[in-house]
């Protein structure tokens, strides 16, 4: 039978790591978005232009819609590693608290 371990500290980083990847991410999603609309309205505003602009707002709100989610989602993963991380440590600490208290009672 094969086994695994667990290592809190590289899950505590990998959560970490994740969550940062999301912020900074998060940052370029806003920097694209500015840059984005700094273009305004190259497409005119004529009846195509408008009918190509409401297009082009409605699908970009959408995507950045969907990126925001990923983002949060990420971000979220993140955390939740982390907090594996501390229950595995708390879940040690306590199976080891148990123990050595029952080691004290046999003891006495």
Do not use: K, N
Not at 7 to 22: C, I, K, M, N, Y
Not at 46 to 70: K, M, N, P, R, T
Not at 86 to 92: F, H, L, M, S
């Amino acid at each position: 039978m094969t086994g695994f371990a667990i290592d809190p500290e590289r899950l505590t980083a990998s959560g970490a790591a994740l969550q940062s990847v999301a912020a900074r991410l998060s940052s370029e999603l806003v920097a694209f978005r500015a840059e984005l609309a700094g273009f305004g309205s190259p497409w005119g505003s004529d009846d195509i232009g408008s009918l190509i602009g409401a297009a082009h707002d409605e699908v970009s709100s959408w995507a950045f819609e969907c990126y925001q989610d990923a983002l949060e989602e990420l971000a979220a993963a993140g955390a939740d590693v982390v907090d594996m991380s501390v229950q595995y440590v708390e879940g040690d600490e306590d199976v080891s608290r148990r123990f050595r208290g029952l080691l004290t009672e046999r003891e006495d």
